[in-house]
């Protein structure tokens, strides 16, 4: 079944291009089913781009799930307009009372910050205080999910002396995980953040699991015992060109910056990448969306009871 997004949302007529199926309001309610509602906390500047690439991978789950966009109120986004905003964003306050079946929360451009020092930090911890017991199964991506590794379990962040920057191969830690069904022993997640979790750390917390590791940029994805919660650091929801604009955005602010590892073919920036994630991305969202719909009450109410 589809995803059901606002008719108006910019993401609908490009996941209509590339096939992925979109229904409208009025096709959902004729469907004598409960959808799953997925709340997307965006708290990354170029919104429109999260949402379609969130949505893209949501989306292709054979089950009915109704997204909700979320921002926080405590900050004022400068690179979306004000019209996108008010058309399709609640913030949080205003969804506070409802139950979500999956919660995802995105990177930042914060990483470099400590996490106090973020202007929306406050906000922020209320809201994942309100995760444990209004969501079932919550997805923390990239600054999200050291955020809350951070918060719930103390779980510390490095600088880098150098930016994690390109697409790396990652080990598949757990084969019989849940959420790594039908992945390969093996492949390739784009990484791009300054910071970086330790495995040595989280080997200390009985409550994380590490389920993905590169050997060359540390630790990727963690499961927490007894929750369906899931903390990424790396971005495999990014598009084929996502690293590629990084780049360009970077050398045109004359910021000193590496070609993106194992990206471009032989390295030369004039040729346009090739996507070797794709398939593992959708298998990822898809285990966790049926994980979330394996584990979810039937009445939405009784989340957090």
Known sequence: MPIKIPDRLPARNVLASEGVAVMTAADAIRQDIRPLQIGL?????DKIRTETQLARLIGASPLQVELTLIMVGSHAPKNTTQDHLISFYQDWESVADRKFDGFIITGAPVETLPFQEVGYWPELTRILDWTRSNVHSSFFICWGAMAAA???HGLPKYALDQKAFGVFRHRNLNPASAFLSGFSDDFQIPVSRWTEARSSDIATIPALELLMESDQTGPCLMAETGTNNLFIF??????STSLKEEFERDLAAGKSIQVPHNYFPADDPGKMPLNRWRSHAHLLFGNWINQVYQTTPFEI???GR
């Open 41 to 45: 906390l965006n708290l990354m500047p």
């Open 150 to 152: 951070h918060h719930f």
């Open 234 to 239: 790396n971005h495999i929801e990014y598009d």
């Open 301 to 303: 109410g009784q989340i």
